[in-house]
């Protein structure tokens, strides 16, 4: 059974930051797309950004030059940089990952390996 297990969430002050780290177990072979996720309730969960197996980036506009993705791909461990956080972007956060070789999308109808969720809070 495939697996992704996030870590790394917790409570920062406005302009802080925390790294969010997604480890994978259970899958044989290198996942295509990979990336993070986010869900506030009553919102439509939205993509924060994207990684394909070839190292290529995408982000949604709102954490462009504040985030940072990166890639294992050695490992398919997934990470993200979140500096300069602010009360928008508390949310819980998903790693997700794609069996397809298809290139990365911006809606999450590619992935089919979900993590649990890690809870991100930014207090103003």
């Known amino acids: 059974r495939v697996q992704l297990m996030e870590s790394g969430g917790g409570s920062v002050q406005t302009g802080g930051s925390l790294r969010l780290s997604c480890g994978a177990s259970?899958?044989?072979?290198?996942?295509?797309?990979m990336g993070w996720f986010r869900k506030v309730p009553g919102k439509e969960r939205e993509r924060v950004a994207t990684?394909?197996?070839?190292?290529?980036?995408k982000y949604s506009d709102f954490v462009k030059g504040r985030f940072t993705v990166s890639r294992d791909t050695g490992k398919d461990n997934l990470y993200l940089q979140m500096n300069n956080l602010n009360s928008e972007d508390t949310a819980i956060y998903y790693c997700?990952?794609?069996?397809?070789?298809?290139?990365?999308?911006?809606?999450?109808?590619?992935?089919?390996?979900w993590g649990e969720g890690t809870m991100v809070a930014v207090a103003s």
């Open positions: 997700a990952a794609a069996s397809s070789t298809n290139p990365c999308r911006s809606d999450y109808f590619l992935m089919n390996y």
């Open positions: 259970g899958y044989t072979g290198t996942f295509g797309c």
């Open positions: 990684v394909e197996s070839g190292g290529a980036t």
